[in-house]
């Protein structure tokens, strides 16, 4: 038996299982610490490609490879006991084809030991989400605004207002009948995000959509107010790390600066007193 199955984690069933239960809880995780952290309290934990943005300084996820991504996986894998992993599929790594889209998702589970990976897109990939599902391949699809696709839907702006909302609604019902396990709804409107819910069999994931959903994501850094080059309207700071991380550096550079620190408790003496022998 593998480590990863010794941990018992839940599965992508017992997650598509909590449909119209107790909201599952979800957050991103990049590194080893952060999964510690969150791993008592989420019920599945996303390695997401805004890893590009958050840590790696990239303008947008368009940057983000496959070797990133198994890298943070890898890392995310090493803090998780209990929480289900969950990996996204980079840009440019499923979109050419179903059997493109399965080498590189079988790899990004092997090196890993994620649970399940994600992907962008609704009646577009469904045939996609169908062939990796029917080859042992759980999907967690991903709706509304796709990131990945920012170029093409001018910015990151709210969709599925007014006549673009069947739109949403048919990519919703589009995989799931594909057979993905849950569905990622990013920046719909609430009403939207709740019709949704009510129509199709499988759980959703909201951000940026309604507390009726049957879960919530948000990337960790952002709230915990680690990433500051900008807040979307949808986050909650529910700390603000950054700033008091700014506030220990600049403390610690006055000290250095004064010679304040090290202080002799920090230091260590040149030589370990001798004992007089007895006479």
Same mark, same amino acid.
């Given at each position: 038996?593998?480590?990863?199955?010794?941990?018992?984690?839940?599965?992508?069933?017992?997650?598509?299982?909590?449909?119209?239960?107790?909201?599952?809880?979800?957050?991103?995780?990049?590194?080893?610490?952060?999964?510690?952290?969150?791993?008592?309290?989420?019920?599945?934990?996303?390695?997401?490609?805004?890893?590009?943005?958050?840590?790696?300084?990239?303008?947008?996820?368009?940057?983000?490879?496959?070797?990133?991504?198994?890298?943070?996986?890898?890392?995310?894998?090493?803090?998780?006991?209990?929480?289900?992993?969950?990996?996204?599929?980079?840009?440019?790594?499923?979109?050419?084809?179903?059997?493109?889209?399965?080498?590189?998702?079988?790899?990004?589970?092997?090196?890993?030991?994620?649970?399940?990976?994600?992907?962008?897109?609704?009646?577009?990939?469904?045939?996609?989400?169908?062939?990796?599902?029917?080859?042992?391949?759980?999907?967690?699809?991903?709706?509304?605004?796709?990131?990945?696709?920012?170029? $093409? @839907? !001018?910015?990151?702006?709210?969709?599925?207002?007014? =006549?673009?909302? *069947?739109? +949403?609604? /048919?990519?919703?019902?589009?995989?799931?009948?594909?057979?993905?396990?849950?569905?990622?709804?990013?920046?719909?409107?609430?009403?939207?995000?709740?019709?949704?819910?009510?129509?199709?069999?499988?759980?959703?994931?909201?951000?940026?959509?309604?507390?009726?959903?049957?879960?919530?994501?948000?990337?960790?850094?952002?709230?915990?107010?680690?990433?500051?080059?900008?807040?979307?309207?949808?986050?909650?700071?529910?700390? $603000? @790390? !950054?700033?008091?991380?700014?506030?220990?550096?600049? =403390?610690?550079? *006055?000290? +250095?600066? /004064?010679?304040?620190?090290?202080?002799?408790?920090?230091?260590?003496?040149?030589?370990?007193?001798?004992?007089?022998?007895?006479?």
């Amino acid at each position: 038996m593998s480590a990863t199955a010794a941990k018992n984690r839940p599965l992508p069933v017992d997650i598509r299982a909590r449909k119209g239960g107790v909201p599952l809880v979800s957050l991103t995780a990049y590194t080893t610490p952060m999964a510690q952290v969150m791993d008592a309290h989420c019920d599945f934990v996303l390695v997401g490609d805004s890893v590009g943005m958050v840590l790696h300084g990239l303008p947008s996820t368009l940057g983000v490879t496959m070797e990133m991504m198994i890298l943070h996986g890898q890392a995310v894998e090493r803090g998780l006991e209990r929480a289900m992993m969950v990996i996204d599929m980079p840009f440019g790594s499923y979109e050419e084809g179903p059997a493109q889209a399965f080498r590189n998702a079988a790899r990004l589970m092997a090196e890993t030991g994620a649970g399940a990976v994600k992907l962008e897109g609704g009646q577009a990939m469904a045939d996609t989400i169908g062939f990796l599902v029917a080859r042992g391949i759980p999907v967690m699809a991903h709706i509304g605004l796709t990131p990945q696709s920012v170029n $093409t @839907l !001018g910015g990151y702006r709210v969709q599925g207002r007014d =006549a673009e909302g *069947e739109a +949403v609604m /048919a990519d919703a019902r589009a995989v799931a009948e594909a057979g993905a396990f849950a569905v990622v709804l990013e920046k719909v409107p609430q009403g939207l995000a709740d019709r949704i819910t009510a129509d199709i069999p499988i759980p959703t994931i909201g951000i940026g959509a309604s507390a009726g959903c049957d879960g919530q994501i948000l990337v960790v850094d952002d709230m915990l107010g680690l990433f500051t080059a900008f807040k979307a309207k949808f986050v909650k700071r529910y700390a $603000t @790390l !950054g700033e008091d991380a700014e506030a220990a550096v600049a =403390a610690y550079a *006055e000290e +250095v600066r /004064a010679r304040d620190f090290p202080a002799p408790e920090h230091v260590f003496a040149d030589t370990t007193p001798v004992k007089a022998p007895n006479t």
